[in-house]
């Protein structure tokens, strides 16, 4: 069984002390895994790991060529990064509890302008599988924030990477908080060639069947193991328009433990999740979401 998670981010601090041991254990599983930037500092973080691996995807145990995992990276600046500050990011399960089980976690941001130069040499380089994390993320203002030059602002970086995306000829990984709709709205006026992931999703199947209309997949993590809240909508999209992803080490899946740092190998917790739901066998998810993910990041064979 080969699991591909689409959204993870070892190039983060979380795993300054241990993420090439973490990215070595899933190539030894035979697992795919794309770290995605979120700013310039870990964008290029991401390139470094994905080459400083590529040789031990050949070695993984006996597999195949086809059965053999690798390490891949996608480049862009997360929609907050754009401001310089701080918000406070809790994972979906501390806000469902009473009280709140965590104060949650202080995130500073850097205030990055885009260097499209500087991210067009990052994106040529051919670990690089997409342009992301980009989008809209309208969830994180604050009282004093400028909410309506900031959602500009936001607006006009997401069209600009969504050119560079397409002077490469790859795809876009989307973030989106409370902003779907414009976020539909610029997909369908500024049209990406190699179209891409709608990653951690957590809108209506009618939004996400708006996305599927236009090309995109849809992504799913650990936020659908919370509950049953997202059970109807695992039902309803078809596993085809459907991949996996962790956005480790956030959002650790139920029913490890609340708190610890989430890793892709976790993944397999959101695939078993899909299969329960849909009544279907974890090996079938495991490899249609992995074919799906190939297929968009342009990985098949």
Known sequence: MNLFDTHAHVNFNAYKDDGEDVLRRCLNDGMNVVNVGSQYSTSKRAVEYAHKLSGVR??????????QGGVWAAVGIHPVHL?????THHDPWELSEEPASSAGREIPTVGEQLDYQKYLELAKDEKVVAIGEIGLDYHHFVEEDDVEFLKNLQKETLIEFIKLANEVQKPVM???WDGYDDLLEILQ????????????FIGSYKTAQKFIELGYVIGLNGIITYGESYDRLIKEIDLKN????????YLTPRPLEKGIRNEPLFVKEVAQKIADVKGATLEDVAQITSQNAKLILNLSS
């Open 174 to 176: 989307l973030h989106c």
């Open 189 to 200: 006026t500024h049209s990406v060639d190699k179209k891409g992931i709608v990653h951690s």
């Open 242 to 249: 459907i991949v996996i992803e962790t956005d480790c080490p």
């Open 83 to 87: 401001k310089k500050g701080s918000f």
């Open 58 to 67: 050949l070695r993984a145990r006996s597999r195949t060529p086809d059965e």
